[in-house]
């Protein structure tokens, strides 16, 4: 379940607007959830969730945990920026 890396416009992306900037941003991160909601759904799934904990090793899963609340956290700085809300830290 490997995402596509390719992310069209991004190697314009010092040279656009504001506005424009936000949608790839945008575009980027429902990209990233929806990953995310396939691979939770892959994951609910006994045998799924076995055969990965049975293939990795440990660090390999503290990386995918580490990233994973990672994205989680831009996802919510976005969320709470959409809404006009400051981050608190």
């Keep these: 379940m490997t995402p596509v890396l390719h992310i069209e416009d991004v190697e314009q ?3 656009m ?3 424009e900037l ?3 941003l945008g575009d980027m991160l429902l990209r990233a959830w929806d990953h995310l909601k396939k691979l939770n759904k892959l994951l609910a799934e006994p045998r ?3 055969a990965m904990t049975d293939a ?3 660090r390999y899963m503290e ?3 580490e ?3 990672d994205v989680l956290g831009i996802l919510e700085d976005h969320i709470r920026a959409a809404a006009g ?3 608190r830290r």
């Design 48 to 50: 799924n969730r076995a």
């Design 63 to 65: 990386n995918y945990r």
């Design 56 to 58: 990795c090793t440990t």
């Design 67 to 69: 990233r994973t609340f």
């Design 13 to 15: 992306a010092s040279s």
């Design 17 to 19: 607007n504001r506005k």
């Design 22 to 24: 936000e949608k790839l």
């Design 85 to 87: 809300k400051k981050q």
